[in-house]
């Protein structure tokens, strides 16, 4: 049994504490919650998942089908979703969502596997001693004798973490992340949207999804709009309230939504929020990992932009974990 650190509780550390059961896991949060991109905010009544929206049902990570219907995380759902608004064109679709909203499926993942954990722990330093072990530094305190490090987190935060332990030079080209702007907006009323979730609602908002068909106990009407990648990278500092009224008014006129008052109105920007460029795309490797095969850094960005390849990349990793600690 090896002592092992995993700094990140999103998907993918989620997979690999998941998968690496038979050791002595620690695993390290910032937040104050796991689930990390998979995240359903609270504000007074209302509800938004405003990171992840939904795990797509064609997805062909196995494991993952079978975590949720191991415990019970997910319910199919089938809405009008619109493939690309701005063309009229739509279709019926079977997605799959968290039974308590999105950010319920990791956190029962991980209340299930029950490994020992700090949240509220930013990793800030990671260094080896002598004994060939890893210690954790977060800003109040250290966290010794880790035989493995395996780092979650999106690539520059990580690059930034290891970079004393990781040769950066052998990689030749970098994954990389689109951020999104998201704006959760709710009305008094319901309004009359027959259309639940899309894309392409305008040249500035690239997805849509409404909320009520998510949370049942939801009274006002709610919906979380994506800014465009495009449009984010362009006013990537823009003042919230600025954002949030455009957004808004994006809304309004495409629904012609006229006399509704609005009853809320929020932003978010995700500086890494999808991956553009994966690792496997550019490298054809499954992790990076440091000269002594101790240290390995994973997440979403080695396959790709979705919730199920944060889960198979943890997946893959756990499998060449285990060959190396037998
Ligand atoms: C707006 C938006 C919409 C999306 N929509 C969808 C969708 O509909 N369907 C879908 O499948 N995917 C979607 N995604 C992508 C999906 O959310 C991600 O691919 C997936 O959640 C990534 O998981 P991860 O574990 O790799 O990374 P993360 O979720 O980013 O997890 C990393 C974790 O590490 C923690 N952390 C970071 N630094 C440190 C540190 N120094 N010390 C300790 N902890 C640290 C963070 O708090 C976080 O919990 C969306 C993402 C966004 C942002």
Redo the contacts with the bound molecule.
């Keep these: 049994m090896k002592n092992i650190a995993i700094?990140?509780?999103?998907?993918?550390?989620l997979s690999l504490a998941y998968n690496l059961q038979e050791h002595n896991i620690t695993i390290?949060?910032?937040?104050w919650r796991p689930?990390?991109?998979?995240s359903t905010r609270k504000h007074n009544n209302y509800f938004f998942d405003?990171?992840?929206?939904?795990?797509?049902t064609n997805h062909s990570v196995n494991q993952l089908n079978e975590v949720i219907s191991r415990y019970n995380l997910g319910q199919v759902i089938e809405i009008d979703f619109a493939t690309d608004y701005s063309k009229n064109k739509k279709t019926r679709k079977k997605i799959i969502i968290g039974q308590n909203g999105m950010n319920s499926i990791p956190k029962s993942i991980f209340d299930n596997i029950k490994v020992k954990s700090y949240l509220n722990?930013?990793?800030?330093k990671i260094s080896k001693n002598s004994n060939d072990l890893f210690s954790l530094f977060s800003e109040k305190e250290e966290f010794k004798n880790f035989d493995y490090v395996l780092i979650?987190?999106?690539y520059l935060?990580s690059k930034e973490?290891s970079k004393d332990l990781i040769d950066f030079t052998q990689i030749v080209s970098e994954p990389s992340y689109d951020p999104?702007h998201?704006v959760m907006l709710s009305y008094k009323n319901i309004n009359n949207i027959n259309i639940k979730a899309g894309l392409n609602l305008h040249k500035d908002v690239s997805f849509f999804m409404n909320q009520n068909i998510k949370f049942n106990e939801l009274s006002d009407d709610c919906w979380v709009l994506?800014m465009s990648s495009e449009y984010t990278k362009n006013n990537i500092s823009i003042d919230k309230y600025d954002l949030e009224k455009y957004a808004q008014s994006i809304f309004e006129k495409t629904f012609g939504i006229k006399k509704n008052e609005i009853s809320f109105i929020k932003s978010h920007r995700?500086l890494f929020?999808?991956t553009k460029v994966s690792y496997n795309s550019i490298s054809k490797k499954n992790w990076i990992n440091s000269k002594d095969n101790k240290l390995f850094l994973s997440?979403?960005w080695v396959i790709g932009?979705?919730?199920?390849?944060?889960w198979d990349a943890g997946e893959k990793l756990s499998h060449y974990i285990k060959i190396l600690s037998v």
């Design positions: 700094i990140g509780a999103g998907m993918t550390g390290f949060d910032k937040s689930g990390g991109r998979v405003h990171g992840a929206h939904y795990l797509s722990s930013k990793i800030i979650c987190i999106p935060q973490l999104i998201t994506n995700w929020a999808q997440g979403d932009k979705s919730l199920s390849d944060a």
